[in-house]
């Protein structure tokens, strides 16, 4: 949505509650909080796998890239473990 359709959406919230009303304010600042953090983008995760496709709508908020870094983390954690089981010969997950 562009900033064009959040104003005349704004104006039609002024006019049938009043420009100066807290109901009023409330409801374009819920508005304006919505468009600024709707989810926006995809990203296609596991692409390299044929067959295997996991889309997952991200979210440009300071949550989403906090969630994404915590993700990251914790995926090469995964790995490490993982690897070192394999090692072992105690690994007996889905090889790939």
Same mark, same amino acid.
């Given at each position: 949505? #562009?900033?064009?359709?959040?104003?005349?959406? /704004?104006?039609? !919230?002024?006019? @049938?509650?009043?420009?100066?009303?807290?109901?009023? @304010?409330?409801?374009?600042?819920?508005?304006?909080?919505?468009? *600024?953090?709707?989810?926006?983008?995809?990203? !296609? !995760?596991?692409?390299?796998?044929?067959?295997?496709?996991? @889309?997952?709508?991200?979210?440009? /908020?300071?949550? /989403?890239?906090?969630?994404?870094?915590?993700?990251?983390?914790?995926?090469?954690?995964?790995?490490?473990? @993982?690897?070192?089981?394999? *090692? #072992?010969?105690?690994?007996?997950?889905?090889?790939?």
């Amino acid at each position: 949505m #562009s900033e064009e359709d959040y104003k005349a959406i /704004s104006k039609i !919230i002024e006019e @049938v509650v009043g420009k100066d009303t807290i109901l009023c @304010v409330k409801l374009l600042e819920g508005i304006r909080f919505y468009l *600024d953090n709707k989810a926006e983008k995809i990203q !296609i !995760i596991n692409a390299n796998y044929p067959g295997t496709r996991t @889309v997952i709508v991200k979210n440009d /908020s300071i949550y /989403s890239k906090e969630a994404d870094i915590a993700m990251k983390k914790y995926t090469e954690n995964l790995q490490k473990e @993982v690897t070192k089981l394999k *090692d #072992s010969g105690k690994y007996c997950g889905v090889k790939g």
